[in-house]
């Protein structure tokens, strides 16, 4: 499954550029996303509905006249009887709201145990890392409010909320044992089912487990507002996944604008000063080659600086995976000009991430 293409040669559609593409398949590169948004927007909707028919999953989100807002997101469903929300997870019927999961009696997800230190987008400044023999409670969720073309977890597109194969909040805290020190919900994202992660978060949270976040940010404002909270008051940190700074961009990326990301962010960083160590938000961004630039980086880590310059940042490497399974590695030179980048915005706590996958 090719990245941002849809026709029959391997160049990009609009400035003729050769791009990273399998035969027979033609695309959209990063520059022309920014540059001519309007042109590139029927190649970027044809490579989601792509991706998303292939799961089942609905290829637009809906707005049915008549219909039922869903609201727990930025995608702002109005669903329609018997139709699906762009998560998956909800429906009508007969004229309500139905949640086949994200509830905190049916949460769709997969959890583990991973010794401390772990593979943590916050593992360099959190208190975790001095916890050796300790573990985490890992939560992967089933379900995502974005549609990333490039996701290294997209497994969770076949999990479904089958009988059986949801697990309430009152278990999935009863996994907790002495030696947990925090838990993190990811996925997937936990944006799509915060009722449930919440309600698992305060169980967790009495118990004295920190309270930890990776997530796209998307989530409605009241429950960013609770996530921060369970954070700020069990020694969690919340890491925002911030994708690109620009809108078309991040649409060609994630089939979906990042306004809601960026307000859910400034609501969290305003905050930051109530918790520094551990940081209480962490930023972090994939360096997707040919879309994810030191330009780029250089937007986002100026909007991060803006709230704090002492905010963790963290850039990660990329490796091929799903729908993006052509383009490259991440470079050394990219991942190295990314970080000069951020760190010429402003921001003094800057990490590069991942580094066995750069490419030389």
């Not at 559609?13 to 927007?41: F, H, K, N, T, Y």
């Not at 998560?87 to 999961?101: D, Q």
């Not at 969690?236 to 060609?252: Q, R, T, Y």
């Not at 963790?312 to 000009?337: C, N, V, W």
């Amino acid at each position: 499954m090719p990245g941002i293409w849809t026709g029959t040669e391997r160049s990009c559609a609009l400035c003729g550029r050769r791009v990273p593409a399998p035969a027979r398949e033609r695309g959209v590169c990063g520059s022309c996303v920014r540059r001519d948004p309007v042109r590139s927007l029927p190649l970027v909707r044809e490579a989601h509905g792509r991706a998303r028919r292939a799961f089942g999953l609905p290829v637009e989100a809906p707005r049915t006249p008549g219909g039922v807002r869903c609201g727990l997101c930025a995608w702002g469903c109005v669903i329609g009887e018997g139709e699906r929300g762009c998560c998956g997870l909800r429906t009508v019927r007969g004229g309500r709201l139905v949640h086949l999961a994200g509830t905190p009696r049916r949460g769709l997800l997969h959890w583990s145990r991973d010794p401390l230190p772990t593979n943590c987008v916050a593992d360099w400044v959190c208190a975790g890392r001095d916890r050796v023999g300790d573990h985490n409670l890992a939560v992967f969720y089933g379900s995502c409010t974005f549609d990333c073309l490039f996701c290294q977890n997209w497994q969770y597109r076949v999990m479904r909320p089958r009988p059986g194969a949801l697990t309430t909040a009152e278990e999935l805290a009863g996994a907790a044992d002495p030696r947990t020190f925090c838990v993190c919900f990811f996925g997937g994202d936990p944006a799509s089912q915060m009722p449930h992660a919440l309600t698992t978060g305060r169980l967790l949270g009495e118990r004295g487990v920190r309270v930890c976040w990776e997530t796209n940010g998307s989530m409605h404002p009241r429950f960013l507002e609770r996530a921060v909270e369970l954070s700020l008051a069990t020694g969690g940190v919340v890491k925002f996944d911030l994708k690109a700074m620009d809108e078309s961009l991040h649409v060609a990326l994630t089939g979906v604008s990042n306004r809601r990301t960026l307000e859910n962010f400034a609501r969290a960083a305003s905050r930051f000063a109530e918790r520094r160590d551990p940081p209480l938000v962490v930023a972090s961004t994939l360096l997707v080659p040919g879309y994810v630039d030191a330009e780029e980086v250089g937007r986002i880590a100026r909007f991060v600086a803006s709230f704090d310059p002492t905010i963790p940042y963290a850039l990660l490497a990329f490796a091929p995976h799903f729908a993006m399974a052509d383009l490259p590695r991440t470079s050394r030179r990219h991942g190295e000009e990314a970080l000069k980048a951020a760190r010429s915005a402003g921001l003094t706590r800057v990490r590069l991430g991942n580094v066995h996958l750069l490419d030389r």
